[in-house]
């Protein structure tokens, strides 16, 4: 046996060196390259699967039946509509979150859904005792669930479980990080273990029909931890994310081969488990919205859902020599942008101020028709005027102050009419292609400077 080579390997991107460095030059990581013993540990493992040797490989035609039964729904809506429809039999699902944000309960859930309509389904846990699977089934009402459960590291183990039995429809692995092959020598967790592992674990779910569904930690910035490829070798990556002193969780799509990504699914976290929110508008919107200034309410779309959001901003005196910026659910860079902008185009002095922004109800814009709304919350409570009742508001603004259209308006439009909001302020030139309520207001604007007009 070829003696084991000592190889160098950043735990962030993967990327391997022959000797020790402080700082990975691929990624730009500090002290994440890491001593793993692992000569040609990726070959070695790919033997495990296949006799050694050369074999056929298998030549079918695109017109021809294959046995993947594509989309079977799992019973959780919410989930589904993430999926793009439902699980694909023998596809690898990974998803990712915070730690206690809800992965395992989401997942225990699924697997009792598919267990109820008489399908197999199988948990392994990495991380808990199986009696705490048990006790967290029994606190979710699923006690008497008929779900699989094993507690088990192993991968040799769990395949050659799991090929001795009948194949079942979803396997569950909570997590990914804490599974080891025998046959690569560095600890669980490390890049090589996490890619061994789930290398094996997808191949067995593309051989057996199986859907596999991997647990994968989050690192302190919010990645999947382990190498990128992790998210290469599967076919959807999931992230669970929200504030985790509020209620509401949101499970997004960041790829998807088998439907769109960037869906989302809504739940909400409550004694008994995630309960599903189908109707998520209204949620985001705090209860005493109108006539407080610096609140907004911004008509965004998610994936392919529209969303009525509240943007709250706070512009306070400030006494430090660089003034205090922070956010909750939007990105600061585009918050500095935005309050650069209107200074230069709009006049407003908020450069020697502080400003707080927060996107009520823990949910995370990323969208950049959302700023006209960041940029009317931050007015509005710089004048200590309120926007006018019931308006809804978005567009994208561009550096030298034009306000620019947005993609979806009519979607955006429908769902606040459909919530009771009878006025919105929208980019020049958004004309909706239906007719709307009588009485409903569209203003539009096609530069910052035009917004103060626009509080009463
Ligand atoms: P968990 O699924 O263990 O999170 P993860 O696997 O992502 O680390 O979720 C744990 C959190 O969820 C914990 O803080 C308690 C909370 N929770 C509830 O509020 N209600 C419940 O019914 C359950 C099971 C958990
Ligand atoms: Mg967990």
Redesign the pocket.
């Known amino acids: 046996m070829a003696k084991p080579q000592i190889q160098y390997v950043c735990q962030s991107c993967g990327a391997v060196y022959a000797k020790w460095a402080g700082k990975c030059e691929d990624c730009g990581e500090w002290n994440s390259v890491v001593e793993e013993k692992s000569s040609a540990a990726f070959s070695k493992v790919s033997n495990i699967s296949g006799k050694k040797g050369v074999r056929e490989i298998e030549i079918t035609g695109l017109d021809k039946p294959t046995d993947l039964t594509s989309y079977a729904p799992t019973g959780i809506k919410e989930l589904d509509r993430v999926l793009g429809g439902g699980l694909v039999s023998g596809s690898g699902v990974l998803i990712g979150?915070?730690?206690?944000?809800?992965?395992?309960?989401?997942?225990?859930q699924l697997a009792a859904a598919i267990a109820s309509k008489g399908e197999a389904c199988l948990y392994i846990t990495g991380?808990e005792s199986v009696e705490q699977i048990k006790m967290?089934a029994t606190?979710?009402g699923l006690g008497k669930s008929p779900i699989a459960i094993a507690a088990a590291t192993s991968v040799k183990d769990i395949l050659h479980t799991m090929k001795k039995g009948s194949s079942p429809r979803a396997v569950i692995i909570?997590?990914i990080q804490t599974m080891y092959l025998d046959s690569v020598e560095s600890a669980p967790g490390t890049v090589s273990q996490v890619r061994s592992s789930a290398y094996e674990l997808i191949n067995f779910a593309k051989q057996s029909g199986a859907a596999m569904l991997l647990?994968g930690h989050v690192t302190k910035d919010g990645q999947i931890a382990g190498p990128k490829v992790l998210e290469h070798m599967v076919d959807t990556v999931l992230y669970?994310e929200g504030e985790?002193g509020h209620q509401f969780r949101i499970l997004r799509s960041v790829k998807n081969r088998f439907g769109p990504a960037n869906e989302i699914g809504v739940f909400e976290?409550?004694?008994?488990?995630?309960t599903e929110v189908e109707n998520p508008s209204a949620l985001f919107i705090s209860e005493s919205h109108g006539n407080v200034s610096g609140s907004s309410i911004f008509a965004g779309i998610e994936g392919t859902r529209p969303l009525l959001v509240e943007i709250q901003a706070l512009v306070a005196p400030s006494f430090l020599a660089t003034p205090r910026r922070a956010v909750v659910g939007w990105d600061i860079n585009r918050l500095a942008m935005i309050i650069a902008v209107l200074g230069t185009r709009a006049g407003a002095q908020i450069y020697d101020k502080e400003v707080y922004l927060n996107v009520a109800g823990g949910l995370r814009v990323t969208e950049p028709a959302a700023d006209l709304a960041v940029a009317a919350s931050i007015m509005s409570s710089l004048g200590n005027i309120p926007l006018p009742g019931q308006t809804v508001i978005f567009g994208e603004i561009g550096l030298s102050g034009e306000v620019r259209k947005v993609a979806h308006a009519d979607v955006r439009l429908k769902e606040a009419e459909k919530l009771g909001f009878s006025r919105a302020i929208v980019p020049m030139g958004t004309k909706p292609k239906y007719k709307t309520n009588n009485g409903f207001i569209l203003t539009e604007i096609n530069h910052i400077n035009r917004l103060k007009e626009c509080l009463v």
């Not at 976290?269 to 995630?274: A, I, R, S, V, Y």
């Open positions: 979150g915070d730690p206690g944000i809800g992965k395992s309960t989401l997942l225990l991380e967290r606190r979710l909570d997590s647990v669970f985790r976290m409550t004694e008994k488990g995630l």
